[in-house]
């Protein structure tokens, strides 16, 4: 088979383990082994081909940030079949929410849970599950469907792989709009969507933020960076129904008290917080 990963190995000093472990969920790694060294820890993470290595290498940085003095080793591709099953024991399923279970396709028929699978194929667009603030957003969004019960229409905003979608209608959403500023996260929707047997389920556009949305739904869901959070909240009542609420995710906690400012600066209202590690989200109301 003409299957092969990519491989980038790293050294980072004492004490660099968990920031190493920690960037390999979030830069999308599929699997990585770490070694103990007489001085400092060597990482080696695998990555899918889907994307060449110098993407991988962009998003491991990102990832890393400034925090950790690392030194890259070596990098390359291994083609060798054993990594295949490897990348796929990665990934195993993991909770969401008080009912969600996301797995990857390979593990959706042992995963065994009495919670609603959200089956989401690892690729390059984000929303594997694996990331905090994809969680936050699927716990925020059984709050929101408690509150405004089933049938409720919905515009997810950077969807990625569209699994704040895919759990929308999970729970009942009947129209669900997507958009994405990146056009080519669509195959991946699609195939998701396949995956959960959803096909056709969403309407997906590409698109800025809000720029150009010409619908009314109730709820809003956008875990993006704060930044464009900030930047889209002027538009919200513009699109949101008079019952409308908002999940925003993708903050840190250290962004809380400067967003809830921006939320009552924008006539909307904080109906429920939550937070994972550095990561934090809020389900709002236009109730303001
Ligand atoms: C953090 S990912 C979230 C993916 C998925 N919704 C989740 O919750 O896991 C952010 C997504 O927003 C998209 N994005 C970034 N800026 C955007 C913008 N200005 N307008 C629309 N989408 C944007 C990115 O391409 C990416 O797919």
Known sequence: MGSFWWYITLKGPDGSEEALMSAADLAGSCGSEIQELPEGVRIRYYFLSSNDLGYWQMRLLEALGDGVDVEVEDSGKLENQQWYRVCEEGFTPVEAGRGFIITAPWHAQS????????????????????????????????????????????????????????????????????????????????????????????????????????????????????????????????????????????????????????????????????SQGDWWGVLASNKA
């Open 111 to 274: 995963c065994g849970s009495d919670r609603i699978p959200l089956i989401i194929k690892p690729g390059s667009a984000f929303g594997t599950g694996y990331h905090e603030s994809t969680r936050i957003a699927l716990g925020l969004l059984e709050d929101a469907r408690e509150m405004l019960g089933p049938g409720f229409t919905l515009l997810d905003v950077g969807t990625g792989s569209g699994i704040l979608a895919i759990g929308a209608i999970k729970l009942g959403a009947g129209t669900v709009y997507a958009r994405d500023l990146d056009g080519t996260v669509l195959p991946e929707l699609r195939e998701n969507l396949e995956l959960n047997h959803l096909e056709g389920a969403v309407q997906f556009e590409e698109g800025d933020l809000l720029k150009g949305f010409q619908h009314r739904v109730d709820l809003i869901t956008a875990n993006i960076l704060k930044d464009p959070l900030i930047s889209m909240l002027p538009h919200v009542h513009g699109v949101l129904s008079p019952r409308g609420l908002c999940v925003f995710s993708g903050l840190l906690l250290s962004e809380r008290e400067e967003f809830l400012s921006a939320l009552e600066a924008n006539r909307l209202r904080p109906e429920k917080e939550s």
